[in-house]
């Protein structure tokens, strides 16, 4: 059984910091791209950032860009979503989705494997 589970999330001011982790079980993890995605209160979700399996290629939406690092250890089997500068907008539920293959993208279809998402709140 394949699962994704997120954690790190939580309240924080603005202009604070979390580290959300995405740990892997069922997978290894080093033959999935992974990608991050954010639901806002009444919102769709949204990709945040992407990492390609190997780590080499990482992909950011324009609005978390030099605040947010995407990274990953794959003996850890783990995957990590490094945020600074935190904003009240960038408030949601955060979730790490795995798509086999090499390639991370910010689309949510090739996406097979999600996680139940992490709480974040960003205080004004």
């Known amino acids: 059984q394949v699962q994704l589970v997120e954690s790190g999330g939580g309240l924080v001011q603005t202009g604070g910091s979390l580290r959300l982790s995405c740990v892997a079980s069922?997978?290894?993890?080093?033959?999935?791209?992974i990608g991050w995605f954010r639901q806002a209160p009444g919102k769709e979700r949204e990709a945040v950032a992407s990492?390609?399996?190997?780590?080499?290629?990482?992909n950011y939406v324009d609005a978390v860009k030099d605040r947010f690092i995407i990274s990953r250890d794959n003996a850890k089997n783990t995957a990590y979503l490094e945020m600074s500068l935190l904003k009240p907008e960038d408030t949601g539920v955060y979730y790490c989705?795995?798509?086999?293959?090499?390639?991370?993208?910010?689309?949510?279809?090739?996406?097979?494997?999600w996680g139940q998402g992490t709480q974040v709140t960003v205080s004004a």
């Open positions: 989705a795995a798509d086999f293959g090499p390639n991370g993208s910010l689309l949510e279809d090739p996406y097979e494997y």
């Open positions: 069922g997978i290894t993890l080093e033959y999935f791209a």
């Open positions: 990492i390609s399996n190997t780590g080499f290629r990482t």
